[in-house]
């Protein structure tokens, strides 16, 4: 045996260098960091929930209660304790740069390749647009060259310096890769942890609708409407008895398009986040998600546990619900009003008691828009949508204002306060000199 | 031609007309055998000569009638003999051992060759069997520091106490030495050495010692020699055997809560409320005794006497007393060992059978039987043959549950947990669920019994790890022409380890699985976890060959002499595991199949997927090398030495260009004592020695390219594989050097009284991989690990030896006193934060220029507020109580108070020996000065989460003018994290760490010649892990056991045994 032979033996029989397409899917294929811990701290901080002062005071660390109450700073737990949230959603972007750069770099081509490079591609711009909604201001044509935006890491090389993008600039790049992912992907994907084509198209949707291009937005749900293999679930058939009524096929329900999972957050723990009256109030009797939505404490509270995962991880996860209201609010936006009750009235039939919901007939501009908008409200309960639904709202003068109670204590969240982007953990602005969002 | 024949003619006529000749043999009193390299001098003259192999000196030209020749030898006294001329015969001498009890070794071995002391360069450490074994026990190594020079077993870093030879040469590379045994690194588990077998260990400390073991030499070598058979030997036998009973474990050590103060609390909390959320909580959480009674008691289950009847007795409770009444034993380890060994003129043999039976203070047993032969066969003079047979066996059962292995919540429990009730029945403790639930659940068939019962869980929740081993090896040792030698050893080994863990159906694991996934469905009951036990086994299979080839070539050319060696060998290592779970196991080994990719819903809430506990993994490590060494020595005066060393490895991606990088060193020493010139009577021995050279270190888990690592399990969603990255692109990564210059002295008194060596050595670590904080924004961790920083350290050893009453009762000390002090001398990182050189679990690496590599920082006190008890700090100069800012990065590296090093910087042993007659007495003491350590406190905010109290909770400051004593802040709810991270990082809480500890104590009894057949029989006591006599801090903290958790000083040992040879 010659020597070199000798010593070319694998030193670990698990390592392996990626260079195909089959070690680039095992990576992709990692759910552990490709599908989970996207953003909480947006829900943390919105107004579907509160939480008991008991809870509040035996939050374990100091930045968790921080965030709870909209402080300016120091909002993320100590580094090194997990749930760092900045590092999550950049590892992942690094998985999908890995697998984008090793897809071209080993000269891999072909149907699957390219279906594998769309699935990153759609997946990272996923990660920059959910980052954006957390640490930028709510999109604003007339600022958004100049409001700081993500940063925009789209190469493995580790060396490389960060600085922040403009919020326009992050939504440019996002528009660019979907589109870019959809001419390679498939139509579906086979599992809802990966996206085909419909993914990306309800991504476009998504973020056309947060910066209020309306027609693109209805555009692009459309078509990921007519492609999705997603179903609505008739809440009709659902037994509410049980821990998560919603039912789970393969992991997930079937109403999701790509699976996406919330970072386990403690403040928004089953147990913990309780729901605000003010939103239990907004269902009717009739409204069976009053029932499969919320579990009664006992004690004149009530528990979120209207998963779609059939377990208590939250999915942020885009939806075949999430499209049809963002079919709808365009619609009725851009006073298309029949086309907005079609799509509000297909979801509700499935979310009444049977026989018991009369359809919408919208009439003007103005009241539909307030349905619709509530009606999303309703439906998107604890999904990571609300606190950028509070952003763009109160940045076509909503007036949302955000408050809550604490030890006696009162806390407010003024529209458009610099706090809706909220503070990057200390850390990574003290080793990257990136800047942090004005204060 | 002619004028050779006319210089031999001249010659002849010289000695023809001469002056006399002398020859004698020299011979150790001890056993007659012969003495070579003794240093022969006539006195009043500058001549000198040194005995042969055969013990045979020679001196011609002597011009006197009457000389005195003085025989040295290291080890040996001195003995003066004045002898007229011209001889009649040929002159015995018998030196006799200068230190009986302590025998020296007076040879080191490398593990590739064996030689003289007195023939190196290096610095080399010895430790003779007679000393290694007034320690006691089953294992070898963990006797070492307390007799080696510049060792030490260091407890200040998180996993199991670390050995190391002269501090650190590495940041975060692998710490080990390298163990050798005999010619090769042992690849199995150390515990399977018997230290009956060992003959000596050499310690090689300096670059031109270790360096020949190249790129795995760095953190120093430890050679360990075993025992071989002799030729020309009759049989002889040996017996020792020996009875060890350790103490119970002090528990009062730990730094526990007390039960009234914990009630107190708890008594408090609840009424705010603060337990309300769990215990209307659907997921039942676990709730402690004291809270479920309060909720009896509010929910009128229980009448307020009840519960305050039941409390108070709680509050008389210490769950210590508990543990140590019931759970903790003494300890019995009883150890016999019988070898057996001879030789006739072509064969040698020795053999040998240990057994060894520890059983531990939870009544955890090892047992262990090592089997030893080894041959030697000489058919003709310059052949030798020899085959080593090693064959170990041993098991490991657990015991009951410690203190460490119980838990209720966040492995903690309540101060007044109960184990047992006044009769001794055990108990159940609440566990994982709130007792409301598990009662609810005690009349409901389909759910098995959910108690946990810490006392008797043991015996149904047992582990069992088997372990096989077999080394065997062969050599052939050649005597070619010109004073060459042919070496070949090839070494196998192979290791089996079976481990098995099972939970047997009645044990709460199982129990707790099975009444997890139990579903009900019209009352009748569906096991998704299947009725029955769990077993889980792991095996690994380890393989390991070695095969070198080594010229040796040893000539001496009148007053020149070479020794040199150079080979190559090759190294493979091989290991594979294998790791399975069985459920529904039951006595007939019959198992259940279980869906491990549903989830499945679970009791009391929620649903989950069944733990599967299966992975693979194989790993091997393959190695080449090539060295060479040489060594030169002219006139026994000076010596120069060199050697080098490359080494291939199949270390992943690592470039080729490193994978050959060279090792060498460079060596000279001078015999000052044995020149003309030197006239000191006092002292006559003197040795100067420098070496200089390079040695490495590697860590497999280094790995210079992008790496994906496969996970055991298959995704969820499609079935497919799931990988994750475990390296990174690193094109830079190379292998860490250390360069070490050493620079010695040796001496030796007049009869031996006084002799020892002192040591300054200076030591530069190069590329050592070190963490790099980085911006994560990059995506693949808040650090790297990157060859960054370059470390130095020097230090000085100093080893004597002094026989200090040397008559019919004697007195002797070795004492080993070490200096070491190490500091980064460059780090490339730009920035960092303050918060990650406060670690309160292990002292972080410093990674600043100039600091001790691991260091203890501390943010600064500002002492406790007067008006309200809370912790203050500073912040921008000004006292501060903004504990996000503090903690955060608000405080600046130099904003922190540094203490100094984590590590001991002056530390050693002493080891004094008294003997009178037939009884020896031994003290062995050991130190450890100069470094520091962070005292654990309390942490509030724990305290209402995980329920990890702290003793330190009864000095807490309660009213103003308490901060004048105490420095435990105030318990103010609500808790604030960040308040608890200052106070437990501030430097209130750090203390010297300097002490003193009485290792052991050994009084022996010799019953010398009693018989023929018998030829030495010895009783001995030992006491062992005495103890600290003296610590720097006043809290009387054990600075080696002061880790966070609870780790326990080493109990208290006394043993009887016996030694004999017939």
């Known amino acids: 045996m010659s020597c070199e032979k000798f010593l070319d033996e694998r030193s670990d029989k698990k390592l392996s260098i990626p260079v195909t397409l089959e070690e680039f899917k095992a990576l992709i294929n990692n759910s552990n960091y490709i599908n989970s811990d996207f953003i909480a701290a947006g829900e943390v901080s919105s107004d579907d929930y509160y939480l008991s002062d008991q809870v509040y005071n035996a939050l374990q660390f100091e930045g968790e209660k921080r965030l709870y109450t909209w402080q300016s700073d120091n909002v993320t737990r100590p580094f090194g304790m997990m749930g760092d949230e900045w590092y999550n959603c950049y590892q992942a972007i690094y998985f999908c740069n890995s697998i984008i750069h090793g897809i071209e770099e080993n000269g891999l081509s072909g149907p699957d390749a390219d279906n594998l490079k769309g699935q990153a591609l759609t997946l990272r711009a996923a990660r920059f647009l959910d980052g954006l909604q957390v640490w930028s201001k709510a999109y604003n044509s007339q600022t958004a060259d100049s409001d700081l935006g993500m940063v925009l890491r789209v190469d493995p090389d580790i060396n490389q310096m960060s600085t922040r993008s403009s919020v326009q600039e992050t939504y440019d790049l996002i528009i660019r890769d979907l589109s870019e992912a959809v001419g390679l992907l498939y139509e579906n994907s086979p599992v809802q942890s990966l996206p085909g084509k419909d993914a990306a198209y309800g991504l476009l949707a998504r973020a056309h609708l947060y910066m209020g291009d309306y027609e693109n937005a209805l555009q692009y749900t459309n078509k990921a409407l007519s492609l999705t293999k997603a179903k609505v679930i008739d809440f009709n058939e659902l037994d509410p008895s049980l821990t998560y009524p919603i039912p789970v096929e393969n992991v997930v329900s079937r109403e999701i398009v790509l699976t996406t999972t919330m970072y386990a957050a403690t403040q928004l723990r089953v147990a913990y986040a309780l729901i605000t009256p003010e939103l239990y109030s907004l269902y009717e009797d009739a409204d069976l998600r009053k029932v499969i939505y919320f579990g009664d404490n006992g004690d004149g509270t009530y528990r979120f546990r209207g998963m779609h995962s059939g377990n208590s991880s939250k999915p942020s996860a885009l939806t075949i619900s999430e499209l049809l209201l963002i079919r709808a609010e365009c619609s009725v936006r851009l006073g298309m009003l029949e086309d907005g009750a079609e799509a509000i009235n297909s979801l509700m039939e499935n979310r009444w008691k049977a026989g018991e919901f009369v359809p919408y007939q919208f009439l003007d501009t103005e009241s539909a828009l307030e349905v619709v908008l509530q009606e999303r409200r309703r439906e998107l309960v604890m999904r990571g949508l609300r606190w950028v639904d509070i952003k763009r709202l109160n940045r076509d003068g909503h007036n949302i204002v955000l408050r809550r109670r604490v030890n006696g204590e009162s806390y407010e969240l003024l529209p458009n306060d610099l706090r809706y982007a909220i503070a990057i953990p200390e850390t990574v602005i003290e080793l990257s000199n990136i800047e942090q969002n004005p204060r | ?1062």
């Open chain 2, 1 to 1062: 031609m002619k004028i050779i024949l006319l210089i031999i003619a001249c010659l002849s006529t010289v000695s023809l007309f001469a002056q006399e000749l002398i020859i004698g043999k020299v011979v150790s009193d001890f056993d007659k055998s012969p003495l070579e390299n003794v240093t022969v001098h006539v006195e009043g003259t500058s001549l000198n000569s040194k005995t042969n192999k055969d013990g045979v000196f020679k001196f011609q030209n002597i011009e006197a009638s009457i000389v005195t020749l003085e025989f040295r030898h290291l080890g040996y006294k001195s003995l003066k003999i004045t002898i007229d001329l011209p001889q009649n015969e040929s002159l015995n001498v018998s030196l006799s051992v200068a230190a009986e009890s302590l025998a020296e070794v007076d040879v080191v071995s490398t593990g590739y060759q064996t030689v003289s002391k007195e023939r190196v360069t290096g610095s080399f450490t010895t430790v003779s069997n007679e000393l290694l074994n007034q320690q006691v026990g089953s294992d070898l190594l963990s006797r070492l520091p307390s007799v080696a020079n510049s060792m030490i077993m260091d407890n200040a870093h998180v996993g199991a106490p670390q050995l190391m030879i002269r501090g650190l040469s590495t940041i975060r590379g692998p710490k080990a030495p390298l163990i050798i045994v005999d010619n090769f690194p042992y690849d199995g588990e150390l515990m399977n050495i018997n230290p009956n077998i060992v003959e000596n260990i050499t310690i090689l400390k300096d670059a031109s010692a270790s360096s020949i073991w190249g790129a795995r030499a760095g953190n120093g070598v430890i050679v360990i020699t075993t025992k071989k058979g002799e030729l020309n030997r009759p049989v002889s036998l040996e017996f020792t055997s020996n009875l060890q009973i350790g103490t119970k474990p002090n528990l009062n050590y730990i730094e526990q809560m007390s039960a009234a103060d914990y009630i107190d609390l708890e008594k408090e909390m609840f009424a705010q409320g603060f337990y309300d959320n769990d215990l209307n909580s659907i997921n039942y959480p676990v709730i402690s005794p004291v809270i479920d009674l309060l909720e009896k008691g509010r929910s009128n289950l229980l009448t307020d006497q009840e519960v305050s009847d039941k409390i108070e007795g709680l509050k008389n409770l210490d769950v210590r007393d508990q543990f140590d009444r019931y759970v903790y034993r003494p300890s019995v380890n009883q150890q016999y060992f019988l070898g057996a060994n001879g030789g006739g003129s072509k064969f040698s043999w020795i053999s040998s059978l240990g057994l060894d039976r520890d059983k531990a203070n939870l009544g955890e047993i090892y047992q262990r039987v090592n089997f030893r032969i080894q041959n030697t066969y000489q058919p003709f003079d310059g052949l030798n043959l020899s085959t080593a047979v090693y064959f170990t066996q041993s098991k490991k059962n657990s015991g009951r549950l410690g203190y460490h292995d119980v838990s209720m919540k966040s492995n903690t429990f309540v101060p007044y947990m109960q184990l047992a009730d006044q009769n001794g029945d055990p108990l159940w403790i609440i566990k994982d669920y709130s007792p409301r639930y598990i009662e609810s659940l005690e009349s409901n068939d389909a759910f098995l019994d959910w108690k946990y019962y810490p006392l008797t869980d043991w015996q149904h929740d047992t582990e069992e790890k088997k372990l096989s081993n077999i080394l065997a090896s062969f050599s052939v040792d050649y005597r070619l022409l010109f004073g060459l030698n042919l070496k070949l050893n090839y070494q196998y080994e192979k290791q089996w380890d079976v481990n098995s863990n099972l939970s047997d159906e009645n044990s709460y694991f199982a129990r707790d699985n099975i009444n997890r996934f139990v579903q009900i469905d019209d009352g009748v009951p569906e096991y998704i976890v299947p009725k029955g036990g769990v077993l889980n086994t792991f095996n690994r299979f380890l393989d390991s060959h070695n095969i070198r080839g080594q010229l040796n070539f040893d000539k001496a050319y009148g007053k020149h002499s070479i020794v040199a060696i150079a080979g190559v060998e090759m190294r493979s290592n091989t290991s594979n595991g294998q790791q399975m779970r069985y459920y529904g196991y039951t006595n007939n080994l019959t198992t259940a199949v279980v869906d491990y990719q549903t989830r499945h819903p679970a009791n009391p809430s929620g649903s989950a997927y069944i733990s599967a506990g299966q992975s693979l993994s194989e790993n091997s490590t393959r190695f080449l090398s090539q060295f060479a060494n040489a060594a030169y020595d002219y006139d026994n005066r000076l010596m120069v030495s060199a050697s080098i060393r490359r080494d291939g490895s199949n270390l992943f991606g690592l470039k080729t260009n490193d994978q050959w990088n060279p090792f060498w060193s460079l060596g000279t020493a001078w015999k000052l004592s044995n020149e003309s010139f030197y006239q000191v009577h006092f002292l006559p021995y003197l040795n100067l020695r420098s070496t200089y050279g390079f040695s490495g270190n590697i860590d497999p888990a280094m790995v210079a390219v992008n790496t994906i690592s496969y996970l055991g399990q298959k995704s969820f969603y499609n079935g497919e594989p799931m990988a994750y990255f475990s390296n990174y692109y690193n094109p830079e990564l190379k292998w860490e050097t250390s360069k070490m210059l050493n620079i010695g002295i040796d001496f030796q008194f007049n009869n031996s009284r006084f002799s020892g060596s002192i040591e300054y050595y200076h030591k530069e670590g190069k590329n050592l991989f070190g963490v790099v904080p980085m911006d994560y924004t990059n995506g693949i961790s808040t650090a790297a690990l990157r060859n960054v920083a370059n470390m130095e350290s020097h230090g000085w050893d100093i080893e004597l030896k002094t026989v200090n009453v040397d008559r019919e009762f004697k007195w002797q000390t070795i004492l080993n006193f070490s200096l070491n002090s190490d500091e980064i001398i460059a780090y490339n990182i730009e920035r960092s934060l303050a918060q990650q050189y406060v670690d309160i679990n292990t002292p972080p690496v410093s990674g600043i220029k100039g600091h001790p590599v691991y260091a203890i920082y501390a943010y600064k006190w500002a002492g406790l507020d007067p008006l309200t008890g809370e912790a203050q700090g500073y912040l921008d100069g000004e006292v501060s109580k903004d504990y996000n800012n503090i903690v955060g990065v608000g405080t600046k590296i130099e904003d922190l108070e540094l203490f100094g090093s984590a590590i001991p910087t002056k530390f050693g042993s002493m080891i004094n020996s008294f003997s009178y007659k037939n009884i020896t007495f031994n003290v062995g003491l050991s130190f450890k000065f100069g470094y520091w350590f962070r005292r654990n406190s309390i942490n509030y905010t724990n305290l209402l989460t995980t329920w990890r109290g702290h003793s330190d909770y009864q000095d807490r400051w309660q009213h103003s003018g308490d901060e004048v004593f105490t420095n435990v802040p105030v318990n103010q709810y609500t808790t604030n994290s960040n308040r608890d991270m200052f106070y437990n990082g501030s430097s209130v809480l750090v203390e010297k760490a300097d002490h003193i500890r009485l290792q052991y104590l050994r009084l022996a009894y010799d019953f010398k010649n009693e018989t023929k057949h018998i030829k030495n029989f010895q009783l001995f006591l030992n006491a062992q892990n005495i103890g600290l006599i003296w610590a720097a801090n006043k809290r009387s903290r054990d600075p080696d056991f002061s880790r966070s958790g609870h780790n326990l000083p080493v109990p208290k040992s006394f043993t009887v045994g016996v030694r004999s040879k017939f």
